[in-house]
């Protein structure tokens, strides 16, 4: 009988356990609902690395640690200006396609850049820290 009660206050107390758990991963999981992935957005990285586009006329800062390509190609007037969309690309992979442009001189320089949904949040201040360090 005795172990019939433990067995029985072992089941309660791991029920209101899991039930105070349960409240506690919805609240978490539910507070930031529908805010979409520009609630995760990173700080910039820092930008320690100089490169110089002879080709284009141009220099600009890099971070060391920045894994994603960037195109920057010598641009029309109706290119500048900042334009964010998305791309779904074969497979069903989402993708943020980012294009900025800018007057530099006598040139309208464009940068290009695509991100993965999941990781623009990770990498867009950094890409427009960037693009802003272009001249």
Do not use: C, H
Request: net charge negative.
């Amino acid at each position: 009988m005795l172990i019939w009660g433990v067995l029985v206050l072992v089941i309660f107390v791991g029920l209101v356990v899991t039930v105070i758990d349960y409240r506690e991963w919805r609240r978490l999981e539910t507070q930031n609902f529908g805010q979409g992935w520009k609630d995760l957005k990173l700080d910039a990285q820092i930008l320690d690395k100089d490169i110089v586009d002879n080709q284009l006329g141009i220099r600009y800062k890099v971070s060391s640690k920045l894994n994603v390509e960037l195109k920057i190609r010598e641009g029309i007037e109706t290119e500048i200006g900042e334009k964010i969309s998305q791309v779904e690309k074969p497979g069903g992979r989402g993708f943020v396609k980012y294009q900025a442009g800018k007057e530099i001189g006598e040139k309208i320089v464009v940068l290009e850049t695509e991100v993965g949904e999941e990781d623009w949040g990770k990498w867009e201040n950094t890409i427009k820290a960037i693009f802003e360090s272009i001249e």
